[in-house]
């Protein structure tokens, strides 16, 4: 995969992007990375890439000239070509305007051989880039940042990792939160389970008691069956407690129903006034 970052600030980058997973695969050449400073595509001596909007209101809007000559510089498919579905490209503006980045866009996003990502500035971007030169907009929150810098580097990462061969492992990010893939080997479900959705369940590890604090009994008792309906259990809890919003989205089974009733009960009871 190739990845352009668009931004004012290409120092930026020098940081982020420069480790672990994501420096893995551009060493092991599953995704190339480069960034393109916008200012290089100015033709005055201020290298001015933002003006006052018309009809007024604060702060000041990046220019659509330098965005469009950069992409059409880097060679970018024209948006017809790209929409048509001809072209396994996506232009895409970071805007806090824009569809919420999830896991499925990222996924989505893995699946293409470029993509190009313009990093939004001051109080916006001049909308005849997302109307006729970006394919979408996408906001990693419903927050406001300075720019789009880092909700860029945190899209590379996420699709990134989501390419054959980045992660060592790669059943694990089919396991992850928010990811809604179920692994199954040869023989049959793994003792592990996939989150289909659902926040991840805990995780422990050695030394089985630290500090007076002991690891859940299921987890060591070598009953996978157990671990899993466990497993499953806790991510339920977590999500019902954390992102309830989640519990709507995911297929549950009647097993998955009975637990959540289960907690809800257990919920009541703990909220019953004792009786003088």
Same mark, same amino acid.
């Given at each position: ?32 990375? @480069? ?8 033709? =005055? ?21 330098? !965005? ?11 948006? @017809? ?8 490209? %996506? ?35 001049? @909308? ?17 940042? %300075?720019?789009? @810098?880092?909700?860029?580097?945190? !899209?590379?990462?996420?699709? $990134? ?43 422990? $590890? ?32 977590? $999500?019902?407690?954390?992102?309830? =919003? ?31």
């Amino acid at each position: 995969m190739k990845a352009d970052i668009v931004t004012i600030f290409p120092d930026f980058f020098r940081g982020p992007l420069d480790y672990g997973i994501t420096r893995r695969a551009a060493e092991m050449g599953l995704v190339k990375i @480069e960034v393109h400073d916008l200012r290089q595509f100015t033709h =005055d001596r201020h290298r001015t890439v933002d003006d006052r909007p018309f009809g007024g209101g604060e702060g000041m809007v990046l220019k659509p000239e330098p !965005i469009f000559e950069c992409l059409e510089t880097l060679g970018v498919a024209s948006r @017809e070509a790209r929409l048509s579905g001809g072209m396994k490209q %996506s232009v895409i503006l970071l805007s806090a305007q824009g569809q919420r980045f999830t896991q499925s866009v990222a996924a989505e996003l893995a699946e293409l051989e470029r993509i190009i990502l313009i990093c939004g500035r001051y109080e916006g971007v001049d @909308e005849r880039v997302s109307e006729f030169l970006a394919d979408r907009e996408v906001s990693i929150g419903d927050y406001v940042l %300075s720019g789009g @810098e880092l909700a860029a580097a945190v !899209i590379v990462e996420a699709v $990134t990792r989501l390419l054959p061969g980045a992660v060592g492992n790669e059943a694990s990010t089919r396991q992850e939160s928010f990811s809604h893939g179920t692994v199954v080997l040869a023989n049959g479900p793994d003792s592990t389970c996939g989150s289909n959705g659902l926040l991840d369940y805990p995780h422990y $590890t050695r030394p089985a008691e630290f500090r007076g604090i002991a690891v859940p009994e299921v987890l060591i008792n070598g009953n996978h069956q157990q671990i899993r309906n466990w497993r499953r259990e806790q991510a339920l809890k977590k $999500t019902l407690r954390n992102r309830p =919003d989640l519990i709507e989205t995911v297929a549950l089974n009647d097993t998955d129903r009975k637990v959540l009733e289960k907690i809800q009960r257990t919920k009541d009871t703990d909220h019953v006034e004792p009786h003088h």
